[in-house]
């Protein structure tokens, strides 16, 4: 158990509907990053904040966005969802401040999106 | 740019037989090379990572890679496997890319044990 959590765990929708996903960092991390991942793109950076503010910009696209709030806790709004979309996506937290490419970054386990 | 490549998407192997998954990388800047391991319907965990000093890094599981800067590689040893060993492995090296971490990932490595 990392200490990250996610919800929800499983999440089913349709094309063209908005969703939400959530990440709890362990405690005491201030950095929170997003993840895709693929069996055609593998796993891919979408997005970073550090204590509330975006910090770097990976892959991410414009219908996807992303917030941190005061409790740290982050959420993942994915709309106007495409086939192409279905993926896992990944939490992960750490502690050091931005500028330390030598953190280690605590995966959650995931959210699993199926768009039909 | 950084990049990550792993050399083979699959690897089977037998049960207490040794292992080497490869890894090279590209980067223009200073590299921190990690390895993390994905067990089915999980997340991904922390095997080991090298940020500098000596090159043969030692991990959790029994696990250990060595850094060779001349080949650009971060391969992945295990002198003797377990049927828990199953799992997908992915390299991935780290860069400060405008004041902010960037972890960029190999496609993986499913690696499996066979009694």
């Known amino acids: 158990d990392s200490g990250v959590t996610q919800t929800p765990k499983h999440l089913i929708t349709a094309t063209g509907q908005r969703v939400t996903l959530r990440c709890s960092p362990r405690s005491g991390d201030l950095s929170v990053y997003w993840y895709q991942q693929s069996l055609d793109q593998g796993l891919q950076f979408l997005i970073q904040y550090y204590n509330g503010e975006e910090r770097a910009k990976g892959n991410i696209l414009e219908r996807f966005s992303a917030q941190q709030f005061p409790d740290l806790h982050s959420e993942l709004n994915l709309s106007s969802l495409e086939l192409g979309d279905s993926a896992l996506y990944f939490c992960?937290?750490?502690?050091?401040?931005?500028?330390?490419?030598?953190?280690?970054?605590?995966f959650g386990p995931g959210t699993r999106l199926l768009v039909l | 740019a950084q990049s990550v490549t792993q050399l083979d998407s699959q690897v089977p192997v037998f049960e207490e037989a040794p292992v080497e998954l490869r890894c090279n990388y590209s980067s223009s800047v200073s590299v921190y090379l990690f390895w993390y391991v994905q067990y089915p319907n999980q997340g991904l965990q922390l095997l080991l990572k090298?940020?500098?000093?000596?090159?043969l890094v030692k991990g959790i599981n029994g696990f250990e890679a060595e850094f060779n800067k001349s080949q650009t590689s971060f391969h992945l040893r295990k002198p003797s496997v377990h049927i828990s060993d199953t799992a997908e492995y992915f390299c991935a090296v780290s860069a400060l890319i405008q004041g902010a971490q960037k972890l960029v990932f190999g496609q993986g490595t499913r690696l499996t044990i066979n009694p």
């Open positions: 992960a937290s750490g502690r050091g401040a931005p500028g330390t490419p030598s953190e280690t970054q605590y």
């Open positions: 090298y940020l500098s000093g000596s090159t």
